[in-house]
Every structure is written in structure tokens, then in C-alpha cells.
């Protein structure tokens, strides 16, 4: 069983910054393709960014495209998401996600089998 803890949460003003960390339990998180996903109130749960198990492919969302960056160290079993340019919208809980090696849609919910408890980010204008 891996276990997923994220950080890094917080309230931040519109066009700030955070950055977003998921440390996992398991040193076999190493292979599995990594994500973040996010839910505001009110809404479902929405893709943001995956990364691959060596970092090689990266796959983002349209609407944090540019602004947002993910990153793995596989010899600490985290992966982190660096947020940019924030804006209100952004305002969710985000949750890291772990799926099996080999997923081929990165960007569905139904690829990942392990998920954090999430962090709240709230951008304000």
C-alpha cells in the first residue's frame, strides 16, 4: 500500500506563486506515473499535470499550460508541482495521484489507484 502526502498548501494573491510537494511511503513509487489533479467547489475533480516514471514525458492541462511545472525525484519518492502566475481560478484542493507503469491516459482519474488527502491553494484577487 503507498501512501500519498502532499504540502505546500496555502492562500496566496493573484499572479503569486506556491509550490506543491507529494512525498510517497513506498520506494516502489519510483515507477508509477504521477500526477496532480484538483477540485473546486461545486466542480469535479479536474485534470492538472502528469509526469512519467523517468520524467522524460510530461503532459499538462490547457488551462495551467505554461504556468505550471511538475517534477519527480524518484530517489526522495516525491513529485512536486511548481504554480505560477496563479490566478483565482486555481483556487481547489489539489491531490497527488500515483497509477501503475504503462497508463496511457495520464490525464483520467480512472488511471491512478493511489491519492493523497489533497491541499487546499486559494488564490485571491
Known amino acids: 500500500q503507498v501512501q500519498l502526502v502532499e504540502s505546500g498548501g496555502g492562500l496566496v494573491q493573484a499572479g503569486g506563486s506556491l509550490r506543491l510537494s507529494c512525498v510517497a511511503s513506498a520506494r516502489t513509487f519510483s515507477v508509477f506515473v504521477k500526477a496532480w489533479f484538483r477540485q473546486a467547489p461545486g466542480k469535479g475533480r479536474e485534470f492538472v499535470a502528469a509526469?512519467?516514471?523517468?520524467?522524460?514525458?510530461?503532459y499538462y492541462a490547457d488551462s495551467v499550460k505554461g504556468r505550471f511545472t511538475i517534477s519527480r525525484d524518484n530517489a526522495k519518492n516525491t513529485v512536486d508541482l511548481q504554480m505560477s502566475s496563479l490566478k483565482p481560478e486555481d483556487t481547489a484542493v489539489y491531490y497527488c495521484?500515483?497509477?501503475?507503469?504503462?497508463?496511457?491516459?495520464?490525464?483520467?482519474?480512472?488511471?491512478?489507484?493511489?491519492w493523497g488527502q489533497g491541499t487546499q491553494v486559494t488564490v485571491s484577487s
Open positions: 509526469i512519467n516514471w523517468s520524467g522524460g514525458s510530461t
Open positions: 495521484a500515483a497509477g501503475p507503469q504503462g497508463v496511457t491516459t495520464p490525464r483520467s482519474s480512472n488511471s491512478y489507484i493511489y
